[in-house]
């Protein structure tokens, strides 16, 4: 079936660094959403992005659709604690009656 | 703002009991999901719902069945609990059109089965 791989599955980093997760798909999306879930908490609805080479930003996350709409990344300037959790990238199943999840990459940042 | 919340946080059962998971969103959306959480396995969808007393098969049914009567309740139940059915699970809902639309995710069941 369909799926999206989102790498890294960790990645641990120093407050003030960069970080940057990776969603690819074998296929063509529609479009791309992207989750972050606190740890002990539930997935929040980030973004969605839906264009061909689109770039949006919230704040210090940059979030980016590629030209050909198979893969997207999210990037965060200088880290902080606050950005502790697990960030999903999720994509329209083929029916387009469901999403489908990355498995995640889980952010750790120590002070 | 939505509002989907879920029966309980925390849940010990036995093996071989029967258990219901409920879910209720307060916005009036059509779909809704049934998902469970493991570690480094990301979410996987069991079952969703985009009308009152219609329900599909998601990626992983197997040892679930899901209810539906009322719109804004839906309901996961484990016919005969096992071990392997420990987990995080999480309810969401969204405005018709699932694909494109925001998932509202509840706040989990954490269920242990012993």
């Known amino acids: 079936g369909q799926q999206v791989m989102q790498i890294p599955q960790y990645q641990h980093v120093q407050e003030g660094e960069d970080f940057t997760t990776y969603c690819n798909s074998s296929?063509?999306?529609?479009?791309i959403q992207w989750y972050k879930q606190r740890p002990g908490g539930h997935p929040v609805f980030l973004i969605q992005?839906?264009?061909?080479?689109e770039v949006k930003k919230q704040k210090r996350l940059t979030f980016q659709f590629g030209e050909a709409k198979k893969n997207s990344s999210l990037h965060i300037t200088a880290t902080q604690t606050t950005d502790v959790g697990t960030y999903f990238c999720?994509?329209?199943?083929?029916?387009?009656?469901?999403?489908?999840f990355g498995k995640g990459t889980t952010l750790s940042v120590s002070s | 703002d939505v509002k989907v919340t879920q029966s309980s946080r925390y849940l010990v059962k036995r093996t071989g009991e029967k258990v219901f998971l409920e879910c209720v969103q307060d916005?009036?959306?059509?779909?809704m999901f049934w998902y469970r959480q493991d570690p480094g396995l990301g979410l996987r969808l069991i079952y969703f719902?985009?009308?009152?007393?219609?329900?599909e098969k998601g990626d992983i049914p197997e040892g679930y069945s899901v209810s539906r009567e009322k719109k804004e309740r839906f309901s996961l139940i484990l016919e005969s609990a096992s071990t392997n059915q420990t987990s995080m699970y999480l309810c969401?809902?969204?405005?018709?059109?699932?694909?494109?639309?925001?998932?509202?995710f509840g706040p989990g069941t954490r269920l242990l089965v012993l």
């Open positions: 719902s985009y009308d009152v007393k219609m329900k």
């Open positions: 916005m009036d959306h059509e779909n």
């Open positions: 296929t063509t999306l529609s479009n």
């Open positions: 992005l839906v264009k061909s080479g």
């Open positions: 999720a994509v329209t199943n083929q029916a387009g009656t469901a999403l489908i």
């Open positions: 969401a809902s969204t405005l018709a059109g699932a694909g494109q639309e925001t998932q509202y």
